[in-house]
């Protein structure tokens, strides 16, 4: 039976002279005469390293290049940026966008000579890329994340990180990045007029977000075990969501008219995902078999033409990408484009008439607050803060209106 390799390095012995070593990342390392309690103490600082740094040498040389601190950093955040459950965050795929602009440009330079000119260059590249004003504020400050956090590593020194800092953010009609579409509430009439062009476990989903104001993600991944039934209000605590790494609770509570939704899902199994893309898939096959016009003896057998060995099936969950997938075809379907639109002016015309399940989310924080206030919002939502249920709470002109009327 093989021996397990040790959890690190061993501290060795080098015989024809006498000196401790250890092999770190296919190198040795020496760290002294053997017989002395020093080269010990040197190896057991080394591992300490070693391990803190995400079990890779830390890099120290004084002409490390940009490629080098990106490739490090990346390192780390592919480890450091996961979930609980060990689900990776979409901050490391972030992370990455920008720091491959980086490193395309300045992959070459040493560390120590970049300054905020190249760094204001990387910001144009950005905006060439059609990045819009706030993301490329958001990559901006990404990449100097990474330059902070090579200063904690002692990889670069902190005057190159605070020279970094003093490049001003994009403000708005002031540089030549486009403006990005701001989320807005989806009116109730194109979400019922898209209803009956979804699955039925897809429409379900979509009439429990839009009376709990859940998040996308927290709807595709309910299971029994995670909703409390008891009582009048039901409660439910997903198992992971986005603040959890600030340890903060989440519960959204679930009322009467989303429990006639929800109660059809729930399974004996409590670990099962309640909304199955191979359920809604079958259940598209079975809407098509319905509306079927010629006899079953004619024609296609049902299910004859399957593929044996699909190179795609569906999985046992859906995940935010998958699930507004199923939204974006059944606004095709419920919003055909004309047919006397060329190619380009249909693609835009399915794109005007599109919407996303965040949308709903801010359907209903406007809806709350219209009758019940910013605070209640907020407990709903599940934010730490008023000023980010700002954002999806729109404030209710009507009554700046009225107000006009009366003393205006």
Known sequence: ??????????????????????????????????????????????????????????????????????????????????????????????????????????????????????????????????????????????????????????????????????????????????EGRMIQPVPDATVDATLPHLSPTVRAMVELQRLTGARPGEICSMRSCDVNTEGRIWEYRPSSHKTEHHERERVVFIGPKAQAVLKPFLSRDLQAFLFSPERSAQEHLDLRREARITPDGQGNRVGSNRVRRPKRSPGERFDTGSYRQAIEYGCNRAFPAPDDLDAVAAKQWRRDHRWAPNQLRHTFATSVRREYGLEAVQVMLGHASADITQIYAERDASKAAAVALKIG
């Open 1 to 178: 039976m093989p021996r397990k390799p040790p959890d690190v390095p061993a501290y060795k012995l080098h015989k024809p002279t006498r000196q401790a070593y250890a092999v770190f990342d296919g190198r040795r390392r020496y760290f002294g005469r053997h017989e002395l309690p020093e080269s010990k103490a040197r190896y057991d600082q080394f591992v300490a390293e070693w391990l803190a740094n995400g079990r890779r040498v830390r890099v120290t040389s004084p002409d490390l290049s940009v490629a080098e601190l990106c490739a490090a950093f990346m390192h780390h955040a592919e480890t450091y940026y996961r979930k609980p459950d060990g689900t990776p965050t979409g901050t490391a795929w972030n992370y990455r966008a920008a720091t491959k602009i980086l490193d395309r440009l300045y992959g070459t330079m040493d560390v120590a000579a970049f300054t905020p000119q190249e760094l204001e260059a990387v910001q144009y590249a950005m905006i060439r890329a059609d990045w819009c004003r706030k993301t490329v504020n958001q990559g901006v400050n990404l990449i100097r994340s990474v330059f902070r956090w090579g200063v904690s590593k002692k990889m670069v020194k902190v005057e190159v990180h605070t020279a970094l800092t003093t490049l001003a953010a994009l403000r708005k009609g002031r540089s030549d990045a486009r």
